[in-house]
């Protein structure tokens, strides 16, 4: 059973930092396509970064760049988002999402990923 668990949300100040993390399990994490996304309610959820199977590229949405990094750790079968310089219009619901499918042409767009886990809310206030 494939499980994707997110965590490392939470409350912070404009300006601030955190960092996401989403442990998988259940499937062959080192072989496969990573992407985080975010949604708030009323909106579609939007593709904020994703990584390929080895970590060699990523891809980042323009509202991000600079700021966040995607990474992750094969051996822990474990994704991060590191979000530096938050905006308030930072402030979404964060999902990480797989496709197993394909490790190596990650894009930002939801339909790709076929596993998402249940998010975890980042608020940020000015």
């Known amino acids: 059973q494939v499980q994707l668990v997110e965590s490392g949300g939470g409350s912070v100040q404009a300006g601030g930092s955190l960092r996401l993390s989403c442990q998988a399990s259940g499937y062959i994490y080192s072989s496969t396509c990573m992407g985080w996304f975010r949604q708030v309610p009323g909106k579609q959820r939007e593709g904020v970064a994703a990584v390929t199977a080895g970590g060699g590229s990523t891809y980042y949405a323009d509202s991000v760049k600079g700021r966040f990094t995607i990474s992750r750790d094969n051996a822990k079968s474990t994704l991060y988002l590191q979000m530096n310089g938050l905006k308030p219009e930072d402030t979404a619901m964060y999902y990480c999402?797989?496709?197993?499918?394909?490790?190596?042409?990650?894009?930002?767009?939801?339909?790709?990923?076929?596993?998402w886990g249940q998010g975890t809310q980042v608020t940020v206030s000015s």
């Open positions: 999402a797989a496709d197993p499918n394909n490790g190596r042409y990650c894009y930002l767009f939801a339909y790709q990923y076929h596993y």
